[in-house]
């Protein structure tokens, strides 16, 4: 069970390093290739391992929708990077923290992919 | 987009329609080689040829630089062209260093039919996901009709906000295949988004603070000039008496004549400007992004003042150094509202705030006079060996003698020589490669300058090896009839700056750096420029001034003491409080001027 996996990762290959922040990232970004390479490259250049991702199409014709999972001390130059993205239309963050406690991540992905909060009029709002 | 569209119901290539796109954003020249992948553009060119000039490079890095030099000088955009492959693969350096220097540059290249992207095939890269990390933008344009907005969208990006490079890879077979161009469209609001609007309350903010400030700096760089906001920012420092560093790309951006401005700070710059900031109790940074080559050990920086700092760039707000106050504006906007709010507020208190500073100043001219006069190049015996130092107080003379000059710098000792010991007081007259430090940079970047300022005189001041590096774009200046750039080579024999490191911090192991040279004199004859050696002091003004009078591109040779160093110097990785200000001697304490953490106002 990938909760299980979860908590059993960290434990096993990360117990000598310092716990981080685990945080949420909500990006709304233009649906074209490329775009989703565009934002993976930000946490990439800054060496930010991905713990989870995902993407679906929101129901603005041309938005897609990204929620990614990581582990960082501060994510605020990130998210100030990502919004300068041309392909990015907006950013939000959540704080998760850590393992055991609320939602696990692939679970709040999900429930967070669920979400649909768009407004009809393509105003990009989360 | 203007609404005329004379030629809007004729059929055009998307060759065509590219060479239009370029002419209707006032795109004037271009930098490029051609190859097989933009071959159907180039032959487009050719009809373009009176409105849309091309100037033919000899490497695609020097195009790139060509175009950077022409950006840098002008403010404009520059456009440089590459095949696909190799010709892109080239162009990545100066891509590379638009990116860091904030530079206006359209890198447009060819690429493969659309048809065979991904297949590896002949001259194929991968080149706008090359390009992805070190542009604002990129994009692959596989049709013919998506040429116009595509072109205006990247016009539009690299000159907006903070500026940087937009690049814009086109299959071969869009630019052949034809269609009816629409030139009647908006760009979509994605891109089209409104800069930053200056926060009122900030700027109050700003102005308490500095007026309640005992001990104000002004940190102006790069965004100062880019936002051609030179103007306002002195009519702010005559207004407020506050004292003004210039970093490395602000240089010009603040006269050094005037009694407040204070010069260059950083690794290589003056005690007296790093200790003023290691002093200063409010710091007011305007479009600098505070470089570890500014800042030193970063957690050391200007540790006793509240930072103001004004961006056009959000993500450069409290990136590195916390702020106070961050404001997210334009400079030029800022300085006007900064100006209109301390104005308000102003009443006879004005001189007495300004003799309030009268006191900062006098403690940092002090310092001045205290250290400056210590530097090796400042007091060096009198011999006949030509030392650097004496080469720049020549070029300084025939740079300020009142004619037109523009000065394009290299990377290394000659570039922080240049910063230290020329005069700058005119914006875009000091163009260098800051941020990426990319070596050979300087030729074909004087080539752009010259080209968009044919009446001036562009020197180039560059290293033995830089030179090297990007040389062969002198003989694009004699097809081009170039005639105005006078090449100064700081020749030493070595690659300095890293000799200097060697010598400093490897126990003088140089490895790898010695350099057996060109004879630079029958290097430039054979470029059909005028070569000239100079060995002693005595020759130096009758050469410069001969060179300067010269109708023609000039090469001079200067040979100079092999192991000079560039000091102040802090070394990497300490706080800019701690430099070395001398060689030879161990870094005692004498040497090392301590940060004074006891001013605390």
């Known amino acids: 069970m990938s909760h299980h996996w979860h908590v059993k990762s960290r434990v096993l290959y990360k117990p000598f390093i310092k716990q981080k922040m685990q945080h949420t990232i909500i990006a709304l970004l233009q649906d074209r290739p490329g775009a989703l390479s565009r934002v993976t490259n930000v946490f990439r250049r800054r060496d930010l391992n991905i713990d989870t991702i995902a993407a679906v199409p929101t129901s603005d014709y041309g938005v897609s929708k990204v929620v990614l999972v990581i582990e960082a001390d501060n994510v605020r130059p990130l998210v100030a990077q990502l919004e300068k993205l041309i392909d990015v239309f907006e950013v939000r963050t959540e704080v998760g923290d850590g393992a055991g406690d609320a939602l696990l991540p692939d679970t709040r992905v999900a429930a967070l992919l669920r979400q649909s909060s768009f407004q009809a009029d393509g105003a990009c709002q989360l | ?601």
């Not at chain 2, 299959?171 to 052949?176: I, S």
């Not at chain 2, 400042?378 to 030392?387: P, W």
Request: a negative charge; hydrophobic letters at 40%; glycine letters at 8%.
């Open chain 2, 1 to 601: 987009m203007p609404a005329n569209q004379p030629d809007s119901s004729k059929t055009m290539t998307g060759a065509q329609i590219l060479c239009e796109a370029l002419i209707r954003n006032n795109v004037k020249v271009m930098f490029g080689i051609p190859g097989g992948t933009v071959m159907p553009f180039y032959h487009a060119m050719f009809e373009y040829r009176d409105k849309l000039r091309h100037v033919l490079c000899r490497h695609e890095q020097g195009a790139g630089h060509a175009a950077e030099g022409y950006a840098r000088g002008t403010g404009n955009l520059a456009v440089c062209i590459g095949t696909s492959g190799p010709g892109a693969t080239n162009l990545i350096t100066p891509i590379a260093d638009a990116w860091m220097d904030s530079t206006p540059l359209l890198a447009i290249t060819g690429q493969v039919a659309s048809t065979l992207i991904g297949t590896d095939a002949f001259q194929e890269t991968d080149i706008t996901g090359i390009t992805l990390p070190i542009t604002k933008h990129n994009y692959l344009i596989k049709k013919a009709c998506d040429i116009p907005h595509v072109i205006q969208e990247a016009i539009y990006l690299a000159t907006s906000g903070r500026t940087g490079p937009v690049h814009v890879d086109i299959t071969k077979d869009a630019q052949q295949e034809s269609c009816v161009p629409n030139w009647d469209f908006k760009l979509s609001c994605r891109v089209h988004r409104a800069g930053p609007s200056v926060a009122v309350e900030q700027i109050r903010h700003t102005v308490e603070l500095l007026r309640s400030a005992r001990r104000p700096l002004i940190m102006a760089g790069n965004g100062v000039i880019q936002a051609e906001a030179c103007s306002e920012l002195r009519r702010f420092v005559d207004a407020t008496g506050i004292p003004v560093v210039t970093t490395l790309h602000g240089l010009g951006a603040f006269p050094e004549d005037h009694q407040l401005s204070l010069g260059m700070p950083g690794m290589h710059g003056w005690v007296h400007v790093n200790k003023a900031i290691q002093r200063c109790d409010v710091l007011l940074t305007i479009g600098a992004r505070f470089d570890d080559r500014v800042t030193g050990k970063v957690s050391t920086f200007a540790p006793n003042a509240k930072v103001i700092h004004i961006d056009i760039d959000r993500a450069e707000l409290n990136k590195l150094v916390p702020a106070t106050v961050a404001i997210h504006a334009d400079a030029r906007e800022a300085l006007f509202a900064l100006n209109d709010v301390w104005d308000d507020g102003t009443g006879s208190d004005c001189n007495e705030q300004k003799c309030h500073h009268h006191d900062w100043l006098m403690e940092i001219r002090q310092l001045q006079s205290e250290h400056q006069p210590r530097q090796a190049y400042m007091r060096k015996a009198e011999s006949g060996d030509l030392s650097p130092a004496d080469v720049y107080a020549a070029l300084n003379k025939a740079v300020n003698s009142g004619n037109r000059c523009r000065v394009v710098t290299d990377v290394g000792q000659h570039q922080m020589w240049a910063a230290q010991l020329i005069d700058w007081s005119v914006p875009r007259t000091h163009i260098t490669s800051g941020g990426s430090g990319t070596m050979g940079f300087a030729v074909p970047a004087a080539l752009g300058v010259a080209i968009a300022h044919p009446d001036e005189t562009v020197w180039v001041i560059c290293g033995d090896g830089g030179f090297q590096m990007t040389n062969q774009e002198l003989i694009t200046m004699k097809q081009e009839n170039v005639r105005n750039v006078k090449v100064a080579i700081i020749n030493n024999g070595y690659l300095g700056m890293v000799r200097q490191w060697q010598q400093l911090f490897e126990e003088r192991r140089y490895s790898n750096t010695p350099l057996v040279n060109p004879d630079f004199c029958k290097l430039a004859e054979s470029y059909d420029a005028l070569g000239v050696r100079v060995d002693h002091r005595s020759q130096l003004e009758e050469v410069i001034d001969a060179a300067s009078s010269h109708d023609g591109v000039v090469v001079i040779d200067f040979r100079v003491e092999r192991e000079a160093n560039v000091f102040p110097m802090v070394p990497q990785g300490n706080s800019i409080g701690r430099m070395l200000v001398d060689e030879g001697v161990d870094p005692t304490e004498e040497l090392l001027v301590e940060p004074d953490m006891s001013a605390v106002v």
